[in-house]
């Protein structure tokens, strides 16, 4: 609707996300070059204890499944009238590249209240970020994720709006700090001790995009 209602020429998005890659911590902040929406699936039969089969006709649930569930592109229809099945949206390749660009970049490694990350927290740019609609808490479907989609980061909404972004013809980019490690820490999820300090680092780093674009 916005996009509809505005001259949007472009959309930078910002926010927190679960760390999928073992090698980022709490507190980093990634720039992915592309989401998609690993959740969107097929909910496949049991045909034998613990062994699921797809439906003959469906064609497109190939990529490896969690159990029951195989993921699925998303149907896009664009501007221009043209439909499409896809599952991966890139981020405009002209606002990555300002991105590279962005050294030393000031993160926080600790918020207002004194909680404080266990690393100094970094910035990347590159790799993939996916998102479903729901929160992740789980090691076992955060290993699966990294291995199957080679993800860094995955959230709630930055796919959605990378193929809202992609359906209109609008360049995007997406910066996202981790929160919390999406089942992959030893105990308790860590977004309700470190939100706070990793939705500053992804404003951080998206005010000095800004002052790099302009």
Same mark, same amino acid.
């Given at each position: ?59 497109? %649930? ?9 993921? =699925?592109?998303?149907?896009? @229809?664009?501007?221009? &009238? !043209?439909? #499409? ?79 809202? %972004? ?9 910066? =996202?700090?981790?929160?919390? @490690?999406?089942?992959? &820490? !030893?105990? #308790? ?26």
């Amino acid at each position: 609707m916005a996009l509809e209602r505005f001259r949007v020429t472009h959309i930078v998005f910002s926010g927190i996300a679960g760390g999928v890659n073992p090698a980022l911590n709490i507190g980093d902040v990634v720039v992915a070059e592309r989401w998609g929406q690993y959740l969107e699936t097929l909910a496949a039969r049991e045909v034998a204890p613990g062994q699921f089969a797809t439906p003959g006709w469906m064609k497109d %649930a190939t990529m490896p499944a969690f159990g029951m569930w195989y993921p =699925r592109p998303v149907g896009v @229809l664009t501007k221009s &009238g !043209k439909k #499409e099945s896809k599952f991966w949206f890139d981020a405009d390749p002209k606002l990555l590249a300002i991105a590279r660009t962005m050294t030393n970049v000031p993160l926080a490694d600790c918020d207002a209240a004194k909680v404080c990350l266990a690393t100094k927290p970094r910035f990347m740019v590159g790799g993939n970020g996916v998102s479903g609609q729901v929160f992740v808490d789980n090691a076992a479907l955060r290993e699966y994720t990294f291995k199957t989609f080679e993800a860094n980061v995955l959230d709630m909404e930055t796919a959605a709006v990378a193929q809202v %972004a992609y359906a209109n013809g609008v360049p995007y980019i997406a910066f =996202r700090s981790l929160s919390d @490690l999406a089942g992959g &820490g !030893k105990g #308790e999820n860590e977004i309700e001790t470190f939100f706070k300090v990793a939705a500053d680092n992804s404003a951080n780093v998206l005010m000095a995009f800004l002052s790099a674009w302009r």
